[in-house]
C-alpha cells in the first residue's frame, strides 16, 4: 500500500528497493523446452502460510518481470460510474458478510488525489470526484484487497477546452 500511494500507480514494481529484506520464497525453476516463439504456460506452486499482499520478482537473464499476490479473504466489488463516482462493496468471502470499518483508498489516474475512509456499517464506500481510471485499495486488519478500474471517468475537464472568441 505504501508503494502505491507513493507513486500513485503500480507500475516499476520490480525497481523496489529490497536490500536487506529475506524473501519468504525463492527457487529456481526450469520452462518447458519447445518453439521459442510459441507461449508457453507453467504453474509454481508458492507455500504461502499468511494472508497479505506479497511482491513476486522473476529474472531471466537480463529480463524480468514483476507482480503483486494478494491472499486474502476480502473480495470488493467496485461500481464505476462515468461522473467520476466510485462506489465499493466489500465482502468477507469467508462468513459471506460485508466489512464495516475497512479503510479504502480511491486514487484515479487523472489527478492523482486519494480519496479515503472507512466502509460503513453495509461495507460501503463512496468516492466523487474521481477522474481518469481508478484503483482501489481496501485494508482490514491484515487482510487487503486491490481493484485496478476498466472505466474513465471525467474524461474531460475546463483545461481541455480552449477558450472561444466570438469577436473574431
Known amino acids: 500500500m505504501k508503494f502505491y500511494l507513493l507513486r500513485k ?14 524473501p519468504v520464497y525463492e527457487k529456481k525453476i526450469s520452462f518447458p523446452k519447445g ?13 504461502l502460510a499468511r494472508d497479505g499482499a506479497y511482491l513476486f ?6 529480463l524480468y518481470t514483476s507482480g503483486m499476490l494478494l491472499r486474502t479473504n476480502l473480495e470488493i466489488e467496485v461500481q464505476e460510474d462515468a461522473s467520476g463516482v466510485v462506489r465499493v462493496n466489500v465482502l ?10 475497512a479503510h479504502v483508498k480511491v486514487v ?34 491484515d487482510q487487503y484487497a486491490f481493484h485496478s478500474g476498466s472505466v474513465v471517468m471525467q474524461p474531460y475537464s475546463h483545461k481541455d477546452y480552449a ?3 466570438f469577436d473574431n
Do not use: C, H, W
Open 35 to 47: 518453439r521459442d516463439y510459441m507461449d508457453k504456460q507453467t504453474d509454481i506452486p508458492v507455500p
Open 108 to 141: 484515479g489516474s487523472g489527478d492523482g488525489r486519494i480519496r479515503s475512509g472507512n466502509t460503513d456499517l453495509r461495507g460501503i464506500f463512496t468516492a466523487e470526484g474521481v477522474s481518469g481510471s481508478s484503483t482501489v485499495l481496501v485494508k482490514k486488519d
Open 57 to 62: 520478482v522473476m529474472k531471466s537473464g537480463g
Open 163 to 165: 477558450p472561444v472568441d
Open 92 to 101: 468477507d468471502k469467508r462468513s459471506g458478510k460485508y466489512v464495516s470499518r
Open 9 to 22: 500507480s503500480m507500475q516499476g514494481m520490480a525497481d523496489i528497493q529490497l536490500a536487506g529484506v529475506k
